[in-house]
């Protein structure tokens, strides 16, 4: 009888994970087990968590965002159908959405913050440093000496006393800045911007210096001293005239001008040096050119076309190769929209330009633009020593352009020609 041979196999203790129940047993404590049951649920939460923030957030931008558009849509449409209703009641209803949004989309492309009240905006145009000052406080202290065997005049700033600080949020940074004027051949008459008539004399800028920056000073010491060579006449030095602003320093160059004094030095005895102080005065204009513009408007494509024609200047120890070109930009409100610059010609007592500029104006009201002529002197080299020669502005808001700016819209597509004063 046979035997049947049976054979036993032990397993190790480790891998009898099956209880008699068919259970599975984990290889851990309680305590461990129940560590990874709360770190899970605590992941659960916080996935839930963030889940439900993101679903909060994205219903908010919804409701604050289309909402307030339509409502300031439907206020504008409100006030129009209110109108018109009271005028008429068997009006139909308003149709002019799209009118609405059109007319706030051209506002808000020429709208800037120079429209707002000045403790809201910290815009500046580039007509500032000629602003209207009503009052002027303190006084210059300066010293003039003309060497009559060298034919050389030196100039020496010496104290500004008596500023005061009208600024709230940083102190005074006060620098002088000196012209040297020579009065030179009448011009046509022409109007001023306030409507008086102007001395018909240009004027000839012969040197132009600028003392260091005093910082936080309202009596600031400079001491600093300028000269320059005059030409052999004994005439010259009794019409020129010296020009010395007052002027708070910017950092983006658009610098205040505090006052100016002027002192006509034939009117003086300087063969020796002559110490003067004198109280600032409120800045004038000075009248340093003529400039032939014409002005074309074509309300079809709505492209303004500016023309500068000729510019007439009193030429006075000119170099040779010295030039002129003008910049010429549009300003709707105060706020700079776009410019263009003219090739630079050489110098002379009238310089010839013939350029016509284009500018096209798509979401610029007319009425509200403004046209600003900068004429700078720079050198045939190169424009890195370019000199401001003088500036005019023509525009609906200023009384003096009235008359060329009225001429202009109601000659549509045909250009118009004026001379306008170059002023500094």
């Given at each position: 009888?046979?035997?049947?041979?049976?054979?036993?196999?032990?397993?190790?203790?480790?891998?009898?994970?099956?209880?008699?129940?068919?259970?599975?047993?984990?290889?851990?404590?309680?305590?461990?087990?129940?560590?990874?049951?709360?770190?899970?649920?605590?992941?659960?939460?916080?996935?839930?968590?963030?889940?439900?923030?993101?679903?909060?957030?994205?219903?908010?931008?919804?409701?604050?965002?289309?909402?307030?558009?339509?409502?300031?849509?439907?206020?504008?449409?409100?006030?129009?159908?209110?109108?018109?209703?009271?005028?008429?009641?068997?009006?139909?209803?308003?149709?002019?959405?799209?009118?609405?949004?059109?007319?706030?989309?051209?506002?808000?492309?020429?709208?800037?913050?120079?429209?707002?009240?000045?403790?809201?905006?910290?815009?500046?145009?580039?007509?500032?440093?000629?602003?209207?000052?009503?009052?002027?406080?303190?006084?210059?202290?300066?010293?003039?000496?003309?060497?009559?065997?060298?034919?050389?005049?030196?100039?020496?700033?010496?104290?500004?006393?008596?500023?005061?600080?009208?600024?709230?949020?940083?102190?005074?940074?006060?620098?002088?800045?000196?012209?040297?004027?020579?009065?030179?051949?009448?011009?046509?008459?022409?109007?001023?911007?306030?409507?008086?008539?102007?001395?018909?004399?240009?004027?000839?800028?012969?040197?132009?210096?600028?003392?260091?920056?005093?910082?936080?000073?309202?009596?600031?010491?400079?001491?600093?001293?300028?000269?320059?060579?005059?030409?052999?006449?004994?005439?010259?030095?009794?019409?020129?005239?010296?020009?010395?602003?007052?002027?708070?320093?910017?950092?983006?160059?658009?610098?205040?001008?505090?006052?100016?004094?002027?002192?006509?030095?034939?009117?003086?005895?300087?063969?020796?040096?002559?110490?003067?102080?004198?109280?600032?005065?409120?800045?004038?204009?000075?009248?340093?050119?003529?400039?032939?513009?014409?002005?074309?408007?074509?309300?079809?494509?709505?492209?303004?076309?500016?023309?500068?024609?000729?510019?007439?200047?009193?030429?006075?120890?000119?170099?040779?190769?010295?030039?002129?070109?003008?910049?010429?930009?549009?300003?709707?409100n105060q706020s700079k929209l776009r410019y263009q610059?003219?090739?630079?010609?050489?110098?002379?007592?009238?310089?010839?330009?013939?350029?016509?500029?284009?500018?096209?104006?798509?979401?610029?009201?007319?009425?509200?633009?403004?046209?600003?002529?900068?004429?700078?002197?720079?050198?045939?080299?190169?424009?890195?020593?370019?000199?401001?020669?003088?500036?005019?502005?023509?525009?609906?808001?200023?009384?003096?352009?009235?008359?060329?700016?009225?001429?202009?819209?109601?000659?549509?597509?045909?250009?118009?020609?004026?001379?306008?004063?170059?002023?500094?």
């Open positions: 009888m046979q035997r049947n041979m049976m054979t036993f196999v032990e397993f190790p203790s480790s891998l009898r994970l099956l209880s008699a129940t068919g259970e599975l047993r984990m290889p851990f404590s309680e305590a461990v087990k129940y560590c990874i049951l709360g770190i899970s649920i605590l992941l659960l939460l916080v996935a839930l968590g963030i889940l439900i923030w993101q679903i909060f957030r994205c219903f908010s931008l919804t409701h604050t965002s289309y909402p307030h558009q339509d409502t300031v849509n439907t206020d504008l449409l409100y006030s129009e159908e209110k109108a018109s209703t009271a005028e008429n009641y068997s009006a139909p209803p308003s149709t002019k959405v799209e009118d609405v949004r059109s007319e706030a989309h051209r506002l808000s492309r020429c709208l800037s913050q120079a429209s707002f009240p000045p403790e809201l905006s910290h815009a500046e145009s580039d007509m500032r440093e000629h602003q209207t000052i009503k009052k002027v406080h303190g006084s210059l202290r300066f010293s003039v000496y003309y060497d009559q065997l060298q034919a050389c005049l030196v100039v020496t700033v010496l104290q500004v006393e008596g500023l005061v600080d009208s600024s709230q949020t940083s102190g005074l940074q006060p620098f002088v800045k000196i012209r040297l004027m020579l009065a030179g051949s009448e011009g046509t008459e022409l109007e001023s911007q306030e409507g008086q008539a102007m001395p018909p004399v240009l004027w000839t800028m012969l040197q132009e210096w600028r003392t260091r920056v005093v910082k936080g000073s309202c009596n600031p010491l400079y001491g600093d001293q300028f000269s320059c060579i005059l030409q052999d006449d004994k005439d010259m030095i009794h019409r020129i005239t010296l020009r010395m602003e007052v002027r708070d320093f910017d950092k983006f160059s658009r610098h205040t001008v505090l006052g100016e004094i002027r002192v006509p030095l034939g009117k003086l005895n300087i063969s020796y040096p002559l110490e003067l102080q004198e109280d600032l005065q409120i800045p004038q204009k000075d009248l340093v050119g003529e400039v032939l513009l014409t002005l074309k408007y074509l309300p079809t494509s709505q492209r303004l076309e500016v023309g500068l024609l000729k510019v007439r200047t009193a030429l006075a120890q000119t170099s040779s190769d010295a030039a002129l070109y003008a910049r010429i930009s549009i300003q709707c610059k003219t090739s630079a010609v050489p110098h002379s007592p009238v310089t010839v330009f013939n350029e016509v500029l284009m500018f096209s104006l798509p979401d610029v009201p007319l009425e509200q633009s403004k046209i600003l002529v900068l004429v700078y002197e720079t050198q045939s080299a190169g424009r890195s020593t370019k000199c401001l020669l003088g500036q005019l502005s023509i525009g609906k808001d200023r009384s003096s352009e009235d008359e060329h700016w009225t001429l202009m819209v109601r000659s549509v597509r045909q250009p118009v020609a004026k001379w306008h004063g170059l002023l500094i």
